[in-house]
């Protein structure tokens, strides 16, 4: 998790054994409330400047940042929040709520980094290997690896966030693991002599997504449409000029109060990422939606014939369509 801002103050969530940070009070009546799977940092810059977009064509909300993705997901489903972050797929097939996702955020852009030892994935048949957490989106990549490449990781040690990893890489606690795009850039830039990045397949299915209670959303068409036409409006401008996020971010906003070695790296932090391919310029549409059932399912976060598995049961496409045209 990244580091706590100031101006946070800590909420008790409706939800067991379970803390919620927030910029003020809970959410007033008439406001959209959003459930955030972290802190605000660097990766969510780009979300909060599309809020602000939002914001300034008429949209009323209020954020929570929960400690991790599960919580942001129940807080959803409980109906404490009403838009939350993650890839909760496993939760709507298997809950009653008729969740549904609107939009992708980011996608599982994650890198293979080990030793000289190794310098292709089929190398890893039988090695042991460090991941983020169990059932998490690392545990998720290395199942997908298996099942394309037909090969079987040896032991999973599990070490939460990218920059512990490559920490237990530097010093040899490790000979492979997976990471995300920034962390993979920091260890080949300061010890690429010394670690292989593994050519990995391309893969367009989601790491982040919105989602939300398909009947919430269609009791609130309008501001749903406001949301989702600033998301696509700000990934569009992204994607031609990475520079807008640091140049839009609000120096009073959330990401305005980070400290100031992570502000100013933004406009490197986004031109990797878009160079990389972590963000669709238009929301992943049905494209993401089709990747994300083939993902998922391989993944075992799915159950039953990836045949029977519906896009429409996973998804509501219309104010992604609405806002693309």
């Keep these: 998790m990244k580091r706590l801002l100031r101006k946070l103050c800590v909420a008790a969530a409706a939800l067991p054994m379970a803390a919620a940070l927030m910029t003020g009070s809970v959410a007033a009546e008439g406001k959209i409330k959003i459930a955030l799977a972290e802190t605000p940092s660097d990766e969510l810059a780009a979300f909060f400047v599309a809020l602000d977009r939002a914001k300034a064509n008429g949209l009323d909300y209020e954020w929570t940042a929960f400690s991790d993705e599960e919580l942001a997901i129940q807080a959803v489903l409980s109906g404490q929040m009403d838009i ?15 969740i549904r996702i609107v939009f992708q955020l980011s996608k599982l852009k994650f890198f293979p980094v080990t030793s000289k030892k190794y310098s292709k994935l089929e190398d890893l048949n039988g090695e042991p290997i460090m991941l983020h957490s169990r059932g998490g989106g690392t545990d998720s990549i290395a199942n997908v690896i298996e099942d394309k490449l037909n090969i079987k990781f040896g032991d999973r040690s599990y070490v939460p966030g990218s920059s512990n990893r490559v920490a237990a890489l530097m010093a040899g606690q490790t000979d492979a693991t997976i990471v995300d795009l920034s962390n993979k850039n920091k260890v080949m830039k300061i010890a690429g002599d010394k670690f292989n990045v ?22 609130n068409e309008k501001d ?9 409006s700000t990934w569009l401008d992204m994607s031609k000029d990475p520079t807008i996020i640091s ?7 959330p990401i305005g109060q980070l400290p100031p070695e992570i502000l100013g790296n933004l406009d490197t932090f986004y031109s990797d990422a878009v160079a990389g391919g972590l963000y669709s310029p238009n929301g992943g549409g049905r494209t993401a939606a089709k990747a994300d059932l083939e993902w998922y399912h391989n993944a ?12 429409e049961d996973f998804w509501y496409l219309a104010p992604l369509d609405a806002a693309t045209k």
């Design 300 to 311: 075992g976060q799915l159950e039953g014939d990836l045949a029977s598995l519906n896009i």
């Design 84 to 98: 939350g972050f993650g890839t909760p797929y496993a939760a709507m097939q298997r809950s009653k709520a008729p």
């Design 224 to 232: 749903v449409a406001i949301f989702v036409e600033a998301l696509v």
């Design 247 to 253: 140049k839009e971010t609000d120096p009073e906003g």
């Design 198 to 219: 593994l050519p990995m397949f391309e893969v367009e299915a989601s790491d982040e997504a919105l989602f939300a209670n398909l009947d919430w959303i269609k009791s």
